[in-house]
């Protein structure tokens, strides 16, 4: 009877056990703090024609994060980070005074199965016009970004943020894009 008792205490701690790892492996989206890029204004180096001129008009092809699966990056997500990036650049134009429409296409993203660095490389097609429409900037970024053991020991966890860090990496990579466009 001891033993039995025993038995149903320690299979009940396990039932417990396994519930919290498995909620605390629930996928989560990327969040859009950590996809932002931190630059300051005065960093400049922009053109002066897209000094507060600018603002994101679509991010299209983010996927919604089923918690049972994997970590993904949504539009509503991309956008606000992009739009956050952009303003620290002093890049964002006042309400109804757009002048560069940004576009901002999420092709895919790369991601490992497993493992224990896990490497994210995001795809992401940007678009700027002018205010006639016509095209400034056509590019597509493939930025990686790994995260390590250091940067959790979970792996979903992980594989958020190398989703972060990918997509933080190409709106970086897109704002040096725009640094070295030549506008009249």
């Known amino acids: 009877m001891i033993a039995f008792a025993s038995f149903r205490r320690s299979v009940g ?3 417990v056990l396994a519930l919290a790892i498995g909620l605390a492996a629930c996928a989560a989206p990327a969040d859009p703090g950590r996809m932002t890029v931190a630059t300051a204004p005065t ?3 922009f053109p002066a024609p897209l000094a507060g001129a600018m603002c994101v008009r679509s991010v299209t092809g983010g996927e919604a994060t089923n918690p049972l699966w994997v970590s993904k990056v949504d539009n509503a997500g991309f956008r606000t980070a992009l739009s956050a990036s952009m303003e ?3 890049l964002v134009a006042p309400v109804n005074a757009c002048k560069y429409p940004v576009d901002a296409n999420l092709l895919g993203l ?3 199965i497993m493992g224990f660095d896990l490497q994210v490389t995001s795809h992401v097609n940007y678009k700027v016009y002018d205010e006639a429409g016509r095209p400034v900037l056509l590019d597509t970024v493939s930025a990686p970004f790994t995260a390590t053991l250091g940067d959790s020991l979970i792996a979903v966890t992980r594989l958020q943020r190398a989703n972060e860090g990918s997509i933080r990496a190409s709106i970086s990579q897109f704002l040096d894009k725009l640094r070295g466009l030549r506008l009249n």
Request: net charge neutral.
């Open 43 to 45: 960093a400049g180096g």
């Open 88 to 90: 620290q650049a002093a």
């Open 110 to 112: 790369s991601q490992p």
């Open 13 to 15: 701690l396990m039932v």
